[in-house]
């Protein structure tokens, strides 16, 4: 019904008239100094198109939602089918996430998965890397555009980069992040680190300056972390770290306080073994450790108690307390040629098996003198230990450190503890000991699954290990 003019006027003066002037004169101060409250816009938007600038917002908007439910369900034809309209005129979404770009490079990933034809995973390569630049132009700041191309290129497409350039990537990456580093870039930046400086291509000055920069963020990560996060950062701690082992080679790249840091609690856990002993007192020795340092004298005490040979092995022992690890080998090696006991010449080979692995870092090497003290004595379990140790942590080099890759090698390392345990019983507590440390690190029952794998078949495990071992899981 549509009511006069006339009528809606009387009213409202009547209305005015019949109310106190009071009651009127705070409505009208009340409506006069309500503020009135914009939507701030978030700063720092993408300059890149986004669901604002859209000719049509809200289907784009609808469009962005569907296919999200669709990508999470795995229905990916009807997410791909929506996704190109969203990117078609929004790729930037809201302006404040990549999320379009980054499900983008995971679309055509999949499509790559899907063909033999080597044209058509060129194609799917080629555009997957226009996205990664993309995020570079629609979102610079910070370094995860940086970030996330060097991790692909680390991990899928190593043939379109050099070691160096995808080294560039993440430095370029950290400059920008700092200690905010994404978390991800960590164990692949830390293997070219050490791969580089190996190979001359990276000063020592400027790996001792990452070095530190990493440990770092490690820390920083580990104290800072929070549900899941934890997870990623345990997984990083366990890997970098021991990787940056690598650097103890080098003469004066570790102060005395890392080697003590690093090798004094095994002297504490085992005061009375010669082997560990020697090691640690090595380790020290190589690091400069004073004489006089509290730590070291209760390391040569204990040698100059338990450990002093009157035999020509003490020139070999010499050696070896001296960090000359080569000629220490070389006078090793004389020895166990002039011993007659088969037992004796199985304990040197183990030694030198040790020195390989401690020392030089030479998995390989170790594992060889390993199997070459087994051969001399059947019976004894050591070294069967000694070459589970070996390919358990074998995970920083046969993978980055997580995944896969870098958890089959704990099925060899189950392997040779079992081993031992079966040849000789008294090895049997420190097996077990290994055993229940690392079983945990084993691939769970979906990744055996996804590989189209069982459980309970042979498996080769590559890498250097080249062992054929039997597939398990950690659950």
């Not at 109310?19 to 700063?43: A, H, L, M």
């Not at 160096?164 to 692949?188: C, H, R, Y």
């Not at 001296?322 to 304990?347: C, P, Q, R, S, V």
């Not at 450190?401 to 090698?409: F, K, L, N, T």
């Amino acid at each position: 019904m549509n009511i006069p003019s006339y009528l809606l006027v009387i009213a409202l003066s009547i209305f005015m008239f019949a109310c106190p002037s009071k009651t009127v004169e705070e409505v009208v101060t009340q409506t006069k100094t309500t503020p009135i409250v914009k939507k701030e816009e978030p700063k720092d938007l993408s300059p890149c198109p986004k669901f604002q600038d859209a000719p049509n917002p809200d289907e784009v908007e609808t469009n962005y939602v569907l296919y999200r439910d669709f990508f999470k369900a795995q229905d990916i034809p009807k997410a791909f089918e929506l996704w190109e309209k969203v990117y078609a005129v929004a790729p930037a979404a809201d302006g404040q996430r990549n999320t379009v770009y980054a499900d983008g490079i995971y679309f055509y990933e999949y499509f790559m998965s899907q063909t033999p034809d080597p044209a058509k995973k060129e194609e799917y390569t080629n555009r997957i890397f226009e996205l990664y630049d993309e995020i570079a132009d629609c979102y610079p700041q910070g370094g995860y555009s940086e970030a996330i191309k060097g991790f692909d290129l680390y991990y899928k497409y190593k043939d379109r980069a050099t070691k160096e350039e995808i080294f560039a990537l993440f430095k370029q990456s950290m400059a920008k992040d700092g200690m905010k580093t994404n978390d991800f870039v960590i164990n692949p930046f830390t293997a070219l680190l050490v791969e580089l400086h190996q190979e001359g291509k990276v000063s020592t000055e400027e790996a001792k300056e990452y070095e530190q920069m990493i440990r770092q963020l490690i820390d920083n990560g580990m104290k800072n972390c929070k549900g899941t996060g934890c997870e990623r950062w345990e997984i990083i701690q366990s890997y970098a770290p021991a990787r940056l082992e690598a650097f103890e080679v080098e003469k004066g790249f570790y102060d005395c306080s890392y080697y003590v840091d690093r090798y004094f609690p095994e002297f504490e856990d085992n005061p009375a073994d010669c082997d560990v002993i020697r090691i640690v007192y090595s380790r020290l020795n190589w690091g400069d450790c004073d004489k006089e340092n509290e730590k070291m004298k209760q390391v040569i005490a204990a040698g100059n108690q338990l450990c002093v040979e009157e035999s020509d092995l003490e020139l070999a022992y010499d050696a070896l307390r001296k960090g000359e690890y080569k000629k220490a080998i070389e006078l090793f090696e004389k020895a166990e040629a002039e011993e007659e006991d088969t037992n004796k010449k199985a304990k040197i080979k183990l030694i030198v098996a040790k020195i390989y692995n401690a020392h030089l870092k030479n998995f390989s090497k170790s594992r060889q003198y390993a199997r070459q003290a087994a051969k001399l004595n059947p019976n004894w379990g050591e070294p069967y230990i000694l070459i589970g140790r070996l390919y358990a942590s074998s995970g920083p080099l046969c993978g980055p450190g997580r995944g896969w890759d870098s958890q089959i090698v704990v099925w060899p390392a189950l392997d040779m503890w079992s081993k031992a345990k079966r040849v000789d019983p008294s090895v049997a507590a420190e097996a077990n000991k290994w055993i229940g440390r690392y079983r945990q690190y084993m691939p769970k029952k979906e990744d055996v699954f996804l590989r189209n794998l069982k459980v309970g078949t042979s498996f080769r495990v590559g890498c250097w290990i080249q062992e054929t071992t039997t597939i398990r899981t950690a659950d």
